[in-house]
């Protein structure tokens, strides 16, 4: 079955880095992938979407400037979070599937990077 | 956008016994509706989906049931084991995005 390959699966850093999140889907292409984020004992929250070759589609309430978005091929969507604070310590899981090309293929996500600011 | 309502937020059960976690949603063009379960710090999992041509699907003690017309969805587990605890997630799919139930905590006893 499909797969989606997602790290580092844990970083910590100080208040003010930015970190990058690699998303990749392994067995197929992918020309839509989307970003998700998990607070503890919380549902998953969509960020946006992101298209390959095309800007991303964020949600309300997201600040696309904050969360910047790249899907440059057709298996590789990042996510950066710029100047990170403690608030935006969370889990944040990528997946891939069930639109675009593979509309007919279930959404499947990856392992998930827990990120925590200090 | 879409509403999707599940429930209970909490259910514990002893081994052996069926589990169901009902989700409902608002969106009468939605047409996939998949569950995942999710252990503490890990990936969701799909474990179990249904298109909306479908009324039921089963496969081994799992199984899902739609009913369109209430847009309402059910996934029942049979036979409960003590690895089925975690956290099982309901999501509806119009057009490309899922929205994703609250989630529910399910806790087999041995």
């Known amino acids: 079955g499909a797969v989606v390959s997602q790290h580092p699966s844990r970083v910590i850093c100080k208040s003010g880095t930015s970190v990058k999140i690699e998303c990749r889907s392994l067995?197929?292409?992918?020309?839509?992938m989307f970003w998700y984020r998990q607070f503890p004992k919380q549902s998953l929250m969509l960020m946006a979407t992101s298209n390959e070759g095309s800007k991303a589609t964020y949600e309300q309430g997201v600040e696309k400037d904050k969360f910047l978005i790249n899907h440059a091929s057709l298996t590789l969507s990042t996510l950066t979070v710029t100047s990170a604070h403690p608030e935006d310590s969370s889990f944040y899981i990528c997946?891939?599937?069930?639109?675009?090309?593979?509309?007919?293929?279930?959404?499947?996500f990856g392992d998930g990077t827990r990120l925590s600011i200090l | 956008g879409e509403n999707v309502e599940q429930h209970p937020s909490t259910l514990s059960v002893q081994e052996g016994d069926s589990a169901v976690i009902k989700c409902t949603y608002s969106d009468s063009a939605s047409n996939y509706f998949p569950w995942y379960k999710q252990e503490l710090g890990k990936r969701p999992q799909l474990i179990i989906d249904?298109?909306?041509?479908?009324g039921e699907k089963k496969d081994q003690r799992i199984a899902v049931t739609l009913n369109k017309t209430a847009k309402h969805f059910s996934l029942h587990i049979t036979e409960t084991q003590p690895e089925d605890s975690a956290v099982y997630f309901c999501a509806v799919r119009g057009y490309s995005t899922l929205t994703f139930g609250k989630g529910t905590m399910l806790l087999v006893s041995p």
């Open positions: 997946s891939a599937g069930g639109s675009g090309t593979v509309s007919n293929q279930p959404q499947h």
């Open positions: 249904i298109r909306s041509n479908v």
């Open positions: 067995d197929f292409q992918a020309t839509t």
